[in-house]
């Protein structure tokens, strides 16, 4: 085993609980929907969420692998970094799925009352996000990822204010919608190959 593979070992459990997280919700909301006496009402916004941090979680793991040709010499620094990335993208998901059904009766008042915890989260997430893509390769390798990745991340900082201070929900499905269909189109378009 590598000094990669070792250091990746931890940063994989952090991804995987994550992503077991949201399997263990969507199975909690699919048996709550099987149950006619206690009835769910689903909210968009808080599925496009879930597939956006799903697949920001696939993707966090499968583009880390840059690192094992960029990184001789790992540093406690790096190591700390990346831990703190993938625990951060753990509680992104962690506040869309309830620990406990009891007391959950629409999934859009749940998403709205933990949204400035989501909306926080998701700006520090991408604050961490370009600071991994400048850890694989400087500005030149940010830059590499297209204007379109530098627009969205910038739109995170007005789409964080007004998602925190707005409970309009037309809002919530549009952003939600936009940013899951813009991390499946650009994300797993630019992910043909594992490739360092």
Aim: glycine share 8%; hydrophobic share 55%.
């Amino acid at each position: 085993m590598d000094q990669f593979e070792y250091v990746m070992v931890l940063v994989s459990i952090i991804v995987g609980l994550g992503i077991a997280h949201i399997l263990l919700g969507i199975g909690g909301i699919i048996d709550r929907l099987s149950h006619k006496e206690n009835p769910l009402e689903l909210s968009l916004a808080h599925a496009s969420w879930l597939g956006f941090c799903f697949s920001w979680l696939v993707m966090f793991w499968w583009w880390e692998y840059r690192f094992s040709s960029r990184v001789s010499d790992w540093t406690m620094g790096l190591y700390l970094f990346l831990i703190t990335y993938a625990v951060t993208l753990f509680l992104l998901q962690a506040v869309l799925v309830p620990r406990t059904w009891d007391g959950v009766k629409s999934l859009k008042d749940f998403f709205l009352e933990r949204r400035a915890w989501f909306y926080g989260l998701l700006m520090f997430a991408t604050i961490l996000d370009l600071l991994d893509s400048y850890l694989k390769g400087g500005f030149e390798y940010i830059l590499d990822t297209g204007i379109i990745n530098m627009v969205f991340a910038a739109s995170t900082i007005p789409i964080v204010i007004i998602g925190v201070t707005t409970t309009k929900m037309r809002f919530h499905n549009f952003v939600g919608l936009v940013f899951f269909g813009w991390q499946l189109l650009l994300g797993f378009g630019n992910i043909n190959v594992l490739a360092s």
